[in-house]
């Protein structure tokens, strides 16, 4: 697919809950294979951005696409089977179910296409020690690979990650980002936002600067990286 | 004596069965659904017409009960539950337009057959009489409970280890976290309610067949002692309602031995009290359906 047919669009979003405007007239697309951050500060509108993408919350304006076609007006079931599918931030896996059951929660909307729940036990063997337990039970950094990996088994087209390093110890921050690298070299889109600004940009191809729920700044994640004005406001002297 | 405690398992297998598809709604989806009563009374009156007009087996009739309850739960979670979703009022205005809905099927009930009770037709089921230990059972009350365990057993199965079940458990921890991965929360609400009300109907022909006939305030009878069942098994536990259902039929069979049956009322609320003093959560509170 060429860069002109982005895998995923989103053309002038705008979500609101109920008066405050969260995002407004959002733009950005991603061509398939490729890796966009949303950085910004708390608050900025970043998250909003993936729950309307995910089918979470309804956008009030604008619309999102995946191959092109307007799914927009879709439930969030029927994204998660076109492959569309997001790690939640705060991780959101089901505490009271086991591992094994949170893993074939992420396989059951793609059995064609998921793949077997060995796979993500080697990927991931700290579950694969702990599939019979209950998810609750796992410390931080290990839901968070659980909540990558429940994506992940159903071999997902597009992942959109909210805040994955959120919450974690220096340690597991790193472990989490090699796991982003090993999903980008694996062909799939990835869609990061994150408030580790520099750490996102790093590792991503293009990066959207929003603030306020708009994107402020826009360009290749290395020039962003580069850019006084965002070096400035987000990412600080290191 | 024991002839009694016999007849307190019969009774409490059909106090379990009303209260798990209580328990099941409100443990996945944290509603109050006020309309199970009128549903069980429902399943009652279509059981006894069916059969009247048919003369269909048993064993055809209780499926086709348990169909029409489904139905009647997908149309009950449609005007009653869903309009109210995502309302910051969602679960109390539930409760009410719940009470509401089974107002409407008990008129609706007394709109089609009258306020006299119906009966089966006569030896619509053989009332065979065995004799084990010196215990009388009839050949309906081992109907019943057979049926009654493995629709509870049947369910206990489904949410814990089926794939619907699974989902059903999601839902019930966290339906954000549910959507995510997929779930199709809409369709697991419409069908908690539809597998909730189809046991409810059986519930009610069960009790219709084992007393022969019923009227319209067979709901009503079954309802204050099927809550306090849900309460003593623990609001939402599945298996906390089985056990609550038989130790409550226990409880009023033992009763009427050694007291009389006007106090029987009373035993249902007398436990009731004792376990919301001495065990608020309920007997098997901690077993909620999210985790059988």
Redesign the interface.
């Known amino acids: 697919m060429s860069d002109e047919d982005p895998i995923l669009s989103v053309e002038s979003l705008s979500v609101s809950y109920g008066r405050v405007n969260a995002v407004r007239d959002v733009s950005f697309s991603v061509p398939a294979g490729g890796m966009v951050a949303l950085v910004g500060a708390n608050g900025a509108g970043k998250s909003s951005v993936l729950a309307a993408v995910?089918?979470?919350t309804r956008p009030g304006k604008g619309t999102v696409r995946l191959d092109g076609r307007d799914i927009t007006r879709w439930?969030?079931?029927r994204r998660?089977?076109a492959g569309l599918?997001?790690v939640?931030e705060g991780r959101?896996?089901?505490?009271?179910?086991t591992v094994a059951?949170?893993l074939?929660?992420?396989a059951?909307?793609?059995r064609a296409q998921a793949a077997p729940e060995s796979e993500m036990y080697e990927l991931f063997p700290v579950l694969a020690e702990r599939r019979a337990l209950p998810a609750g039970s796992l410390s931080g950094g290990e839901q968070q690979m659980l909540a990558i990996a429940?994506a992940m088994i159903?071999r997902p087209r597009v992942v959109l990650m909210d805040e994955p390093s959120m919450g974690l110890a220096p340690k597991m921050v790193d472990e989490v980002f090699k796991v982003i690298e090993e999903i980008r070299a694996s062909d799939v889109t990835v869609v990061l936002v994150e408030q580790n600004a520099r750490r996102a940009l790093r590792t991503a191809d293009t990066g959207h600067v929003l603030e306020t729920g708009e994107i402020a700044h826009s360009g290749p994640a290395s020039e962003l990286l580069q850019d006084p004005k965002v070096v400035k406001a987000y990412l600080g002297v290191e | 004596m024991l002839q009694q405690l016999a007849n307190g398992v019969f009774a409490g297998s059909i106090y379990a069965l009303f209260a798990i598809g209580f328990t099941l709604v409100f443990g996945i989806l944290r509603h109050l659904n006020l309309a199970h009563a009128a549903i069980f009374t429902a399943g009652a009156f279509v059981g006894i017409e069916i059969a009247t007009r048919t003369g269909i087996p048993i064993w055809i009739l209780f499926p086709i009960v348990a169909a029409i309850g489904a139905l009647a739960g997908l149309l009950l979670e449609r005007t009653a539950f869903r309009p109210l979703a995502g309302r910051d009022d969602e679960h109390f205005a539930g409760l009410i337009s719940s009470v509401a809905f089974g107002g409407v099927l008990i008129a609706l009930i007394q709109a089609r057959y009258g306020t006299e009770p119906k009966s089966f037709p006569r030896e619509y089921f053989p009332n065979q009489l065995f004799q084990f230990a010196g215990i009388r059972v009839t050949l309906t009350q081992l109907v019943t409970l057979g049926l009654a365990l493995a629709l509870m057993l049947g369910l206990a199965w489904l949410v814990s280890a089926s794939s619907l079940g699974r989902a059903m458990r999601a839902v019930a921890e966290n339906p954000t976290a549910a959507r995510v991965v997929g779930v199709n929360v809409d369709r697991i609400t419409a069908g908690t309610y539809a597998l909730s009300s189809g046991l409810g109907t059986v519930a009610g022909a069960l009790l219709a067949l084992n007393l022969g006939q019923t009227e319209r305030s067979l709901g009503a009878s079954v309802e204050l002692v099927g809550f306090a069942v849900i309460i003593l098994g623990g609001l939402g536990s599945l298996w906390g309602a089985m056990a609550a259902g038989v130790i409550l039929g226990l409880a009023e069979a033992l009763t009427i031995h050694y007291f009389d049956s006007t106090w029987k009322g009373l035993v249902a609320f007398a436990l009731l009290f004792a376990v919301l003093v001495l065990r608020p959560r309920g007997l098997f509170g901690h077993l909620k359906v999210r985790e059988v």
Not at chain 1, 92 to 97: P, R, S
């Open positions: 995910s089918g979470l439930p969030a079931h998660v089977a599918v997001l939640p959101q896996i089901l505490g009271t179910l059951e949170n074939r929660l992420g059951h909307r793609r429940r159903s």
